[in-house]
């Protein structure tokens, strides 16, 4: 019996030229063919590579990474159209993102149709009708003579 104590599993690492293809995916817009021609890869390392767990978070931490920069970016951006731009309209919605990214602005009203009320209808008997996409749904006319509405069929 040997006291060498087990070996512990060695994390998986990125190498260099994995790291230098993600890299180039992500800030440069290659596509995985160009990334790893560029990185001295083969596609299909590369296209595999891709597949693993560790790696996949590794190019999900550098999009973040990017992200940041870009958002920044961005930022800039706003505040140099809301200071600077000739246009009123352009300045006021500048203001009005910088306000409503910090949470200041009430959020515009919501497009007709979508507060959420829906309304229930019961019937007895066996009606069955289908709605349209939209959630419309059309009733037969009503008969004055019997003060009633013809019964409701289903469109096949």
């Given at each position: 019996m040997?006291?060498?104590?087990?070996?512990?599993?060695r994390k998986p690492q990125i190498r260099p030229a994995l790291?230098?293809?993600?890299?180039?995916m992500v800030r440069h817009g290659l596509t995985i063919s160009q990334a790893?021609?560029?990185a001295g890869m083969q596609y299909e390392s590369l296209r595999v590579a891709l597949q693993?767990?560790?790696v996949q978070e590794h190019l999900t931490r550098v999009k973040?990474?990017?992200l940041g920069l870009e958002t920044l970016k961005s930022w800039?951006?706003?505040?140099e159209l809301r200071d600077n731009s000739?246009?009123?309209?352009?300045?006021?919605?500048?203001?009005k993102t910088v306000i409503?990214?910090?949470?200041?602005?009430?959020?515009?009203?919501?497009?007709?149709?979508?507060?959420?009320?829906?309304i229930q209808i019961i019937t007895t008997g066996p009606t069955a009708i289908q709605a349209s996409p939209h959630g419309v749904v059309e009733a037969p006319p009503f008969d004055p003579r019997t003060l009633s509405r013809p019964a409701l069929t289903q469109d096949a």
């Open positions: 040997s006291d060498l104590a087990p070996a512990k599993p790291a230098n293809a993600i890299d180039q790893a021609e560029n693993k767990p560790h973040r990474e990017r800039h951006v706003v505040s000739p246009s009123d309209k352009v300045r006021l919605d500048a203001a409503s990214a910090a949470g200041e602005l009430a959020p515009d009203r919501e497009p007709a149709g979508s507060s959420g009320l829906s």
